[in-house]
């Protein structure tokens, strides 16, 4: 059983910055960390992930070139840079944890961003 606690959200306005973190109870090593929000009445998309194996990263279109998904396993934590924030962006963010070995799933209870002047 791993838990996952998100930090980092808050209220920041357009053209800001914020920095998410994600901790870990357990190890990370084995484990593909994403990065997930959800708006208001929208489903749960899947912004960044990073891969345990090679640290390759993958985001989604909306994000790329704003925000950086990077992780330190020393610390059992995954971070989520974002910069050059849009209203667009604000949602509930949520780390989740896929073991890369049996493909389980673990999530946080989610950070709420706000991007709003």
């Known amino acids: 059983q791993v838990q996952l606690v998100e930090s980092g959200g808050g209220l920041v306005q357009p053209g800001g910055s914020l920095r998410l973190s994600c901790v870990a109870s357990g190890l990370l090593s084995s484990y593909i960390m994403r990065w997930y929000r959800q708006a208001p009445g929208k489903n749960r998309e899947l912004v960044a992930q990073?891969?345990?194996?090679?640290?390759?990263?993958n985001y989604a279109v909306s994000v790329k070139d704003r925000f950086t998904i990077s992780r330190d396993n020393a610390k059992n934590t995954v971070y989520l840079q974002m910069n050059s924030l849009k209203s667009e962006d604000t949602a509930v963010y949520y780390c989740?944890?896929?073991?890369?070995?049996?493909?389980?799933?673990?999530w946080g209870k989610g950070t709420l961003v706000t991007v709003s002047s």
């Open positions: 990073i891969h345990n194996l090679n640290n390759n990263t």
């Open positions: 989740n944890a896929l073991n890369s070995n049996n493909g389980i799933n673990y």
